[in-house]
T-cell receptor, first 112, second 112 residues
Framework: TQLLEQSPQFLSIQEGENLTVYCNSS?????LQWYRQEPGEGPVLLVT?????EVKKLKRLTFQFGDARKDSSLHITAAQPGDTGLYLC????????????FGKGTRLHILP | DAGVIQSPRHEVTEMGQEVTLRCKPI?????LFWYRQTMMRGLELLIY????????DSGMPEDRFSAKMPNASFSTLKIQPSEPRDSAVYFC??????????FGQGTRLTVV
C-alpha cells in the first residue's frame, strides 16, 4: 500500500513569514503533484514534479521532488492571507494505470 | 469546458435510504476517480475507471457502495442502504493518462 505522510498537519503563521511543508513516502512515484483546496471546493492542481531532484517555482511557491522520487516539499516565501488553505500532495504510481493517492494534507492559516 | 460537474451539491437523507451521486467528467478525459473526504481520514480513493472500465475498487468500503460508468460522459456512485458513518464530502475527478486530476465541487452527504 502506497502511503503519503504530510507534515505538519496544521500550521498557523503570521503574514510575511516563510514556511515549508513536507510530503514523505516509502514508495517511489512516477510523479508527484501538489494541490490546494479551499473550503467548499475541490482540490486544484498547483504543480506536477516528475524528475528526481526537480525544482519548480510558482511565484512565491517553490516545489522540490526528492532525488529518490519518494518525497517532496513545498516552500512558501513571504506568506500572504490568500495562501490560506489545505495543501495536498498526491503521488502517481510507476505504472500508467496506477491510481492517484493523496496525503491527508497540511492545513495552512496565514494571519494578517 | 465547464469542468467536472457533480450533482447534487448537498444531500441530506435518512439512514437506510438509497443515495445516488452523479458526475460528468471533462470531455476527452479517460480516467474517472471517486474520492471521499473526511477530517479524520482525508481524501480516500474509492474507485477509479479507465475508458469506462472499473480498474480498482479496493477502496470501496462495503458492498453497500457501488459505482458505474455507462459511458464516457457520466458516472454514478450509489450507497444502499446509507448509514450515518457515510456522511462525508464525495468528490469526482477526471484526468488524462491518470495524472493531474481535475475535481468537481463535491457532494456533501449527510445521513441522519
Amino acid at each position: 500500500t502506497q502511503l503519503l505522510e504530510q507534515s505538519p498537519q496544521f500550521l498557523s503563521i503570521q503574514e510575511g513569514e516563510n514556511l515549508t511543508v513536507y510530503c514523505n513516502s516509502s514508495s517511489v512515484f512516477s510523479s508527484l503533484q501538489w494541490y490546494r483546496q479551499e473550503p467548499g471546493e475541490g482540490p486544484v492542481l498547483l504543480v506536477t514534479v516528475v524528475t528526481g531532484g526537480e525544482v519548480k517555482k510558482l511565484k512565491r511557491l517553490t516545489f522540490q521532488f526528492g532525488d529518490a522520487r519518494k518525497d517532496s516539499s513545498l516552500h512558501i516565501t513571504a506568506a500572504q492571507p490568500g495562501d490560506t488553505g489545505l495543501y495536498l500532495c498526491a503521488g502517481v504510481g510507476r505504472n500508467r494505470d496506477d491510481k492517484i493517492i493523496f496525503g491527508k494534507g497540511t492545513r495552512l492559516h496565514i494571519l494578517p | 469546458d465547464a469542468g467536472v460537474i457533480q450533482s447534487p451539491r448537498h444531500e441530506v437523507t435518512e439512514m437506510g435510504q438509497e443515495v445516488t451521486l452523479r458526475c460528468k467528467p471533462i470531455s476527452g478525459h479517460d480516467y474517472l476517480f471517486w474520492y471521499r473526504q473526511t477530517m479524520m481520514r482525508g481524501l480516500e480513493l474509492l474507485i477509479y475507471f479507465n475508458n469506462n472500465v472499473p480498474i480498482d475498487d479496493s477502496g470501496m468500503p462495503e458492498d453497500r457502495f457501488s459505482a458505474k460508468m455507462p459511458n464516457a460522459s457520466f458516472s454514478t456512485l450509489k450507497i444502499q442502504p446509507s448509514e450515518p458513518r457515510d456522511s462525508a464530502v464525495y468528490f469526482c475527478a477526471s484526468s488524462f493518462f491518470a495524472a493531474e486530476a481535475f475535481f468537481g465541487q463535491g457532494t456533501r452527504l449527510t445521513v441522519v
